[in-house]
Structures are given as structure tokens and as C-alpha cells.
């Protein structure tokens, strides 16, 4: 058996057909998705990417693997393989085109990096960046005796969002002006100083938020049309390789605040889809309604290889699922978060309770509770009316997360201990203005395309130290 694993960077469920958008953005992922399974509630229960990627290829929980942040420069938990190791020690020919470095290079016989052109300013080919290295590289694998694991990692969703044509316009009225003064729909992500200047790199002057998420939109669609070729060089060993589409996280659009970005515990964030095509092995249109979480990936493809699990991972495998003996592996799913803020939650059946380690620098609550059933899009927080909700939630969430570290043997949660590594990005021009009035993109003089910042660029310089404990204030301090 072969394995190709896809992951969509940022990619959240709901803006795909197959997860019921309305939009066109995703039609040949849709049509993979009524050949295969379809995982109708897969979360990623720890963020941003590289805590994701790390639960993803383990198998392991964040507080086992340590690793619960971007940029806080904390070693992988000794003792913790990772997916491509298990395989390749099982005969597997291990092969990937990721540009995450790190850990996540670690048992790959071929590890094929990129960079995509940024010449042109105001577009960035990434997905076609990402298949210039992966078409030929299928090719050697097609020809190997042994089977293989693929990891195909493509960024196109994330920041900065610059679609090529006509994916750019792709989703936007024609007769709307994305610079309008009128509109203020934009205000609040041009006022929040740790990201605006990164968001003047590749949208300087846009006031409409709906057209930043048709840019969103945009994205998605580019890279649905450039994974055909993908499916098309696999298709002539289709019978004995399983396909897995997947995100590490979402995105949050303009429904919350966090504007554009993938920090917040909401469900446009944590919410990912999962996708997986194995023709004539896996049932066809088969759609698992409960709750499954990327944990349970790396347990589900050695189950499918018929590798025993040596690394007691913590994931459940999704063959029941699958072939319809349940209907999901969990009652509830227990969420993390620690690069731009430092956050537990909890989802349950009905409810989304959220608790803050660290002030929330938007100023939001300490905690917060939505219910799900009535307010899908957690836009009225309960904490307050609801007391014996967050009660009962808090008392199961601090339980989780006690139980966890006795199991692996810590006596302080990673969260806390670790903190948020991002301050800021981006940076200020200044003779420049932000916001509305600002020179769009495509009428200025810009030497190259704006591009994913570094985890080394999310602090700000020269951080306050907070003097009591003799560490680096994580957070927004005003002197």
C-alpha cells in the first residue's frame, strides 16, 4: 500500500463544496470527496502549524510531544517518532515537498523544498510551486519496488493571499470596489497594530472585507484546479495507493476577531477537513458525521499497513468509522493553542468553552462559552449567564489537562510553560499610510510579493521583560 498525504495549510472545512459552501472553490476536491470517505467533523486539536503537524505525524497529543507553538524553539519530546521514521523502518520508500524544516524533515529518504517566485508583486504561484517538485518526484516513486509514503504540503490558503488570474476576482461582484471609502468593514483589522503592517504588504488600501475572503476563496480554488495533475500521475497506481486530503488548521476570516489569521479557538480554525480515497478499498460517498481529530491519522494509515503500533500513540484509528461500525471516536475534543495567544477549550456536542492561560490581546473575556446548536458562528459568549455551564466545563477541561500531564510524567501544562511567541509582523513604513486611502497593491512600485513570515519574525524587537519572573513578556506591552 502506498500512501500520499495532502495537506491544505489553512485550508478550514467550511469554505469547501464538499463541507456545504456554496461557492465553487473546491469542485475537484469534491468530486475525490463523493469517491471516498468524508470525515464531517475532523478537528485539529492543536494549533497553529507546526503543533498541528506535529499531533498529524505522531499521533501524539501536544502536551506529549511538546511542541504547542510556532516559533518558541522547543525540541520535539525525546522518544517521539514521527510517521515518515515508523514507515521507513517498515520497508517504506519515504518522500516529501514541505518547506517546514525542523523535525518534520526527519525520516524522509528525499526531502524536496521550494520557494516560490515572489517577482511579481501583486500574485504568488504556490501551488504550482509545489508541483513542479512533486510531479517529477511521483514519477521515481511510481518506480520503486517498494511502497511509498508522500507528503505533499501546499501553502496556498495562508497569508499572503495573492491568487494568480482570474482567481483573484474569481469570487468578488464586478461591479464592487474592493477600495471603496464607504466602506468600513475593514476598520477593525487595519486598527490592530500587530498585524497591520504585514496585511500593507499584499492588500494595502483594501476596505472590503468580502473581497479579502473572495481573495481567501481565490486561493482554494487555484490550488483545487493545480491538485488534478497530482491525481492524474497517481492514477495509473491508484488500486494500491490511499490518497489523504487534510489541514492542519483553518482560518479566520472577518467572524471573529483575528482577521485573516489562524489564532482563536473558533471553529473556522480548529475545523479541517479530512478526505480519504482509496478506491475499491474504502467505501464510496461514505460521509462519518462525528467527532474524529487529525491525532488519529498516523494510527489509521499503520493499521491500514499492518504495522503494530510500537509508539503508543494517542490517537483512535478511523476504520470503524469508515466501514460504518460507529459513527465517530469521540464525545468531545479538547483544543490547544500558544503562538499568538494561550488558550484550552473544550467542544462538546453542544458547547465551545474557551479558556485564556494568557490575556487575550484583543481584549476578549478569559473565558468564554458559545453554544453551537443556537449560535453556530460563536458570536454571543454565555460565560456569564451560563455560570454552571462554564463550571461544569472547566472542572472537565482542568481534569483532561491534570490527567495528561501525570501521564506524561510533567508536573507544569507546556502552555503556560512555553507562552506565546508572537508579538508582531510586518513592518512599519513610515511614510506610508494604513487602511483606507492607502496605494493599492497592483499601483505600486514593490520589488517583490509579500511571503510567509519566518516563526523568527513573529516578536517584536527588543521585548520588555517582565522583571518578577526574569523572562520575556509574550504579549503587547505599552511601555
Not at 521507513?88 to 517566485?117: L, P
Request: net charge negative; with cysteine.
Amino acid at each position: 500500500m502506498n500512501i500520499v498525504l495532502i495537506a491544505l495549510d489553512t485550508q478550514r472545512a467550511d469554505h469547501l463544496g464538499c463541507y456545504g459552501y456554496p461557492k465553487r472553490t473546491s469542485p475537484f476536491i469534491d468530486s475525490i470527496a463523493r469517491r471516498g470517505v468524508l470525515f464531517e467533523r475532523c478537528y485539529a486539536p492543536n494549533i497553529p502549524t507546526h503543533p498541528s503537524f506535529t499531533t498529524m505525524l505522531s499521533g501524539k497529543e501536544a502536551i506529549t510531544h511538546n511542541i504547542v507553538n510556532i516559533g518558541g524553539g522547543v525540541p520535539i519530546a525525546d522518544g517521539v517518532r514521527l510517521l515518515p521514521e515508523i514507515l521507513k523502518e517498515h520497508d517504506y520508500v519515504t518522500a516529501a515537498v514541505d518547506s517546514m524544516g525542523r523535525h518534520f524533515s526527519r525520516g524522509f529518504d528525499e526531502y524536496c523544498t521550494y520557494q516560490w517566485d515572489r517577482s511579481n508583486p501583486t500574485m504568488l504561484r504556490k501551488a504550482e510551486t509545489v508541483n513542479e517538485k512533486a510531479l517529477p518526484l511521483i514519477e521515481r516513486l511510481k518506480q520503486q519496488a517498494q511502497p511509498f509514503f508522500l507528503f505533499l504540503h501546499y501553502w496556498d490558503p495562508h497569508t499572503p493571499y495573492l491568487p494568480p488570474p482570474p482567481y483573484d476576482r474569481k469570487f468578488y461582484p464586478k461591479d464592487k470596489d474592493p477600495y471603496d471609502p464607504n466602506n468600513h468593514s475593514m476598520d477593525e483589522a487595519w486598527a490592530w497594530e500587530p498585524f497591520k503592517w504585514y496585511f500593507h504588504d499584499w492588500m494595502p488600501g483594501v476596505t472590503d472585507a468580502e473581497y479579502v475572503i473572495n481573495l481567501y476563496d481565490g486561493e482554494t480554488a487555484y490550488m483545487d484546479h493545480h491538485l488534478r495533475p497530482i491525481f492524474a500521475a497517481l492514477a495509473p497506481i491508484q488500486e494500491e495507493t490511499l490518497v489523504i486530503i487534510t489541514a492542519d488548521h483553518g482560518e479566520v476570516l472577518n467572524e471573529q476577531l483575528g482577521y485573516f489569521d489562524h489564532h482563536g479557538l473558533y471553529e473556522g480554525n480548529v475545523h479541517v477537513p479530512l478526505i480519504l480515497y482509496w478506491p475499491g478499498k474504502l467505501p464510496k460517498g461514505r460521509r462519518v458525521p462525528g467527532f474524529v481529530q487529525n491525532l488519529d491519522i498516523a494510527p489509521t494509515l499503520l493499521e491500514l499497513a499492518g504495522i503494530r503500533d510500537r509508539d503508543n500513540m494517542e490517537g483512535i484509528s478511523l476504520l470503524p468509522g469508515i466501514f460504518g461500525l460507529r459513527n465517530g471516536n469521540y464525545d468531545e475534543v479538547y483544543l490547544s493553542e500558544a503562538t499568538w495567544q494561550v488558550k484550552r477549550g473544550l467542544r462538546t456536542e453542544r458547547w465551545k468553552f474557551i479558556d485564556s492561560i494568557e490575556q487575550d490581546p484583543h481584549g476578549r473575556p478569559m473565558q468564554e462559552l458559545f453554544d453551537l446548536q443556537s449560535d453556530p458562528e460563536e458570536q454571543q459568549n454565555l460565560a456569564v449567564s451560563r455560570p454552571e455551564v462554564v463550571k461544569e466545563l472547566k472542572e472537565r477541561l482542568d481534569t483532561w489537562v491534570a490527567q495528561r500531564l501525570s501521564e506524561t510524567g510533567r508536573c507544569v501544562d507546556p502552555l503556560g510553560e512555553q507562552g506565546k511567541c508572537g508579538t508582531r509582523i510586518g513592518t512599519q513604513r513610515p511614510d506610508d499610510i494604513v487602511g483606507a486611502g492607502a496605494t493599492p497593491l497592483h499601483k505600486r512600485q514593490q520589488a517583490a510579493a509579500a511571503t510567509i513570515p519566518a516563526p523568527e519574525d513573529l516578536k517584536t524587537p527588543n521585548e520588555v521583560q517582565d522583571e518578577t519572573r526574569g523572562v520575556k513578556l509574550h504579549g503587547y506591552v505599552k511601555k
